[in-house]
């Protein structure tokens, strides 16, 4: 248990909705990324928040979005969903958010759109 | 284009057995990471290089970085079943000093009884 916590851990919906992940960072930890894994594109880098700022943002589609709440908590939101957005979508936490930190990963959210 | 090159994709080998996993690059990065990952789970941290020409050994593990900071391998001696899985390259240090990881494509391992 990386102490990430994802939910929810299964979500099936259909072209076009509007989907919110949602992820808890390890106790202590100031920064969270977002990443998308899937079979032909591999575990891509979407963003990262650091204490509630954007701090990188990676290949993220204008449909998605995230942000970063004052208890660290965040949250990935995608929009007018496609069939391609079907993926497995991580959140992993780190503390300070620099290139030196370890990142430790939640569970995933598998996303299924039909 | 992929900035990590993972190699090889698959690999399906028997107990006992060595077996080196490549991950290359032209781009230099301020470290390099490796993940296994179970199905169903998150990547997790196996280890960290930092310093170029550095080795590092986890057990039967033994990590490389280049010396130019832009490849690295990962060598498992005596592979046993219980090291099946996805393994992942990754470089830190691409987009100044943030945490964005770049990711090689994977290397899926089974280890045969």
């Known amino acids: 248990d990386s102490g990430v916590t994802q939910t929810p851990k299964h979500l099936i919906t259909a072209t076009g909705q509007r989907v919110t992940l949602r992820c808890s960072p390890r106790s202590g930890d100031l920064s969270v990324y977002w990443y998308q894994q899937s079979l032909d594109q591999g575990l891509q880098f979407l963003i990262q928040y650091y204490n509630g700022e954007e701090r990188a943002k990676g290949n993220i589609l204008e449909r998605f979005s995230a942000q970063q709440f004052p208890d660290l908590h965040s949250e990935l939101n995608l929009s007018s969903l496609e069939l391609g957005d079907s993926a497995l979508y991580f959140c992993?936490?780190?503390?300070?958010?620099?290139?030196?930190?370890?990142?430790?990963f939640g569970p995933g959210t598998r996303l299924t759109v039909l | 284009t992929q900035l990590l090159e993972q190699s090889p994709q698959f690999l399906s080998i028997q107990e006992g057995e060595n077996l080196t996993v490549y991950c290359n690059s032209s781009?230099?990065?301020?470290?390099l990471q490796w993940y296994r990952q179970e199905p169903g789970e998150g990547p997790v941290l196996l280890v960290t290089v930092v310093t170029g020409g550095e080795v590092k050994k986890l057990k039967r593990l033994t990590f490389q970085f280049g010396d130019a900071r832009k490849d690295s391998s990962l060598h498992i001696t005596a592979a046993q079943p219980g090291d099946t899985g996805l393994y992942l390259c990754?470089?830190?240090?691409?987009?100044?000093?943030?945490?964005?990881?770049?990711f090689g494509q994977g290397t899926t391992l089974q280890v045969k009884p």
């Open positions: 781009s230099v990065f301020s470290s």
């Open positions: 992993a936490s780190s503390v300070v958010g620099l290139a030196a930190d370890t990142q430790y």
């Open positions: 990754a470089g830190a240090g691409l987009s100044g000093n943030t945490g964005k990881l770049i």
